[in-house]
């Protein structure tokens, strides 16, 4: 059983990251997931693209409940996820990585717990720390070690997508102390914290937010970054992991 999960997000879709990667699709009640079981560098990984293998999932319509829960269905005790960010920070530059420390929430229409008033009861869960200090610190170091670009912490905003946001949206989540923006991010650390799951993002900056940038932002423009980092996201990941 895998311990460990990879989340992949933007870019990040190909199972073959892990060797011989087979495909599982775990029955939850909030539905199927398909998850990649595989090894890497000896150690059984799983792996889940978020957005599937081929982009077709959009940021408000994925499974978050599925995903988590189908995660935890297989024994997985610690997630690290990939996003792809814009950047409200000008200290927080395109290609740089950040290990998120804390996030602001925007979406509007997504089921965001399992605490929903069923035969769970009500639970409130604390998040003073949303991500785990454990696996945030792992990443750090092996990004470090890597002389990889990084910073250590960073709030992230979670927009409801799928569009981008607006010049006016992007300075009121600069005065709130947003760092980044994102449109995935919320719920599914929100979930895997329910679910007892340590859980870490590491965000990958692929552009200055709408307003900041002194052109029109794309999807293709994000992806683009995101290609050019692959190699570098999955040899942190494969150091994180190893560690
Ligand atoms: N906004 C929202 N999500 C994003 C962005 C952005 O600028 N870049 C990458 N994902």
């Not at 996820?81 to 000008?90: D, K, R």
Request: aromatic fraction near 10%.
């Amino acid at each position: 059983m895998p311990a460990i999960a990879v989340i992949g997000g933007t870019g990040v879709y190909d199972p073959h990251l892990l060797e011989d990667p087979r495909e599982e699709m775990v029955v939850t009640p909030y539905g199927e997931v398909r998850v990649f079981c595989g090894k890497w560098r000896g150690k059984e990984v799983a792996f889940l693209p978020r957005h599937g293998t081929a982009h077709s999932v959009p940021p408000h319509r994925i499974n978050y409940r599925a995903n988590i829960a189908g995660l935890k269905k297989l024994g997985v005790r610690f997630i690290l996820a990939t996003a792809a960010v814009g950047s409200l920070n000008p200290q927080l530059k395109p290609g740089e990585f950040v290990v998120v420390d804390q996030f602001l929430d925007f979406t509007k229409r997504r089921e965001s717990t399992f605490f929903d008033g069923g035969p769970e009861g009500v639970v409130h869960v604390d998040f003073t720390q949303p991500y785990c200090p454990e696996l945030r610190e792992l990443l750090v170091r092996a990004a470090r070690t890597l002389r990889l670009p990084v910073h250590d912490k960073g709030t992230y905003v979670c927009t409801e997508g799928p569009r981008f946001e607006t010049p006016a949206e992007i300075k009121m989540f600069q005065h709130l102390g947003g760092d980044l923006v994102g449109m995935t991010g919320v719920p599914e650390v929100v979930l895997a914290r329910e679910a007892e799951i340590c859980y870490a993002t590491v965000a990958l900056v692929t552009n200055f937010a709408a307003g900041i940038a002194p052109y029109r932002l794309s999807h293709e423009e994000v992806v683009a970054m995101m290609k050019s980092k692959e190699e570098e996201l999955r040899r942190l990941l494969l150091q994180t992991v190893y560690w």
